[in-house]
């Protein structure tokens, strides 16, 4: 592991005495705990309160425990052929209706005088009240449950085709960058359980991968998940917005689907653009609404895929000078891809 890259948060020097528990800063002497031999390079007193409350009620709660189950689930209606997905829908919504049904039945009967309360229908409520409470916390779960079946109508009406794919941008990238003479130095910021970085065509190059996280959650699952893969990978629990890497390190520096819901977007991109090489590839993929998407879709938009979110599109104004000349594609109905190469 290459230990220059990383900076000392309280000092900004990169000497390191690292050990299976912590690592020490050579210079000031600051320790970082480990998770896992995971080190912890953050100030949680300069985490942002968006980015905490998303940490510790998504990413490290229910979200980041299942994720590789639920976040394809929240994209239903635009997955092609998921049919699994369709199924849980059912069965969900099935189990729900009927319980619904019961206690109309229920209330009804009571009403009347014609039900008696037994054991059963103590326990029927309790469920019901248990599962309220679940989707009055997880309302983009119930947003979900309510418009999956008119958003995938909707979509079959649409006529969206992006001018250049997701796919193809990627070969594209991954083509010019496998022409570079050198060893690559790639850095996927908030890699969470590295299914981007792992699935998006990344493994082809010739180069060393480091992974940042604010989630033990979600990074862990990413070290499992690429050990098992057997690809060697440098892990750090780290904040977007407080990068703990020297300047001008990296070749290639990615964001998949966690820029819009940073507290400060601005900063993050600063930093992306800090790390990055001159003429390194700056990559962020998040949500954004194509334009001729119907009220639905936008409702589906707004409550769903972008409702944990504070910017809802890409944040232009927001990239640093280095970066004025990024290009944004709008990739999916619902994502767009920002490409930029450090000036
Ligand atoms: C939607 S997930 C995307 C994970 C992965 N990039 C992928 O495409 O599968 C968003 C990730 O951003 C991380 N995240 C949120 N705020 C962060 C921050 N301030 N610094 C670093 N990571 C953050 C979350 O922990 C989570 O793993
Ligand atoms: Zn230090």
Redesign the pocket.
């Known amino acids: 592991m290459n230990l220059l890259k990383y900076l000392c948060l309280n000092c900004h020097e990169n000497q390191w005495r690292t050990y299976s528990t912590f690592w020490q800063c050579e210079n000031c002497g600051q320790q970082y705990p480990c998770v896992k031999g995971v080190p912890r390079l953050y100030r949680e007193s300069h985490?942002?309160a968006k980015?905490k409350a998303?940490?510790d009620f998504f990413?490290n709660g229910l979200l980041g425990r299942y994720y590789q189950h639920i976040?394809p689930f929240l994209a239903l209606p635009v997955r092609p052929a998921y049919k699994k997905g369709w199924l849980v829908y059912t069965l969900i919504v099935a189990s729900l209706l009927t319980l619904i049904g019961y206690v109309v039945y229920l209330l009804v009967g009571l009403a009347r005088g014609t039900h008696a309360l037994s054991v059963l229908d103590i326990i029927t409520v309790l469920i019901v009240l248990t599962v309220g409470y679940f989707f009055a916390r997880h309302r983009y779960l119930l947003y979900l449950l309510v418009l999956a079946v008119p958003v995938k109508i909707s979509l079959l009406f649409t006529k969206f085709r992006p001018r250049a794919t997701f796919a193809e941008l990627h070969a594209n990238l991954i083509a010019q960058l496998s022409q570079r003479k050198e060893r690559l130095q790639v850095l996927?910021?908030?890699?969470?359980?590295c299914?981007?970085l792992f699935r998006h065509g990344w493994m082809k190059l010739d180069a060393d991968y480091t992974g940042?996280?604010?989630?033990e959650t979600?990074l862990l699952q990413g070290l499992d998940f690429m050990t098992a893969e057997r690809v060697p990978m440098d892990f750090v629990l780290?904040?977007?917005?407080e990068l703990p890497f020297s300047s001008e390190t990296f070749d290639v520096v990615l964001n998949?689907?966690?820029l819009n819901?940073?507290s400060d977007a601005a900063q993050a991109l600063a930093e992306m653009a800090r790390v990055a090489k001159p003429g390194g590839l700056v990559l962020v993929l998040d949500e954004q609404l194509y334009d001729e998407a119907s009220a639905v879709e936008r409702l589906y938009f707004r409550r769903v895929l972008s409702s944990h979110n504070v910017h809802h599109r890409c944040p232009v104004e927001l990239l640093p000078p280095e970066l004025a000349r990024a290009e944004v594609h709008q990739v999916y109905h619902f994502y767009y891809l920002c490409l930029g190469y450090k000036q």
Do not use: E, H, K, Q
């Open positions: 985490v942002g980015d998303l940490r990413y976040m996927d910021i908030s890699t969470g359980t299914n981007s940042l996280d604010l989630s979600m780290g904040d977007a917005v998949y689907g966690a819901g940073y």
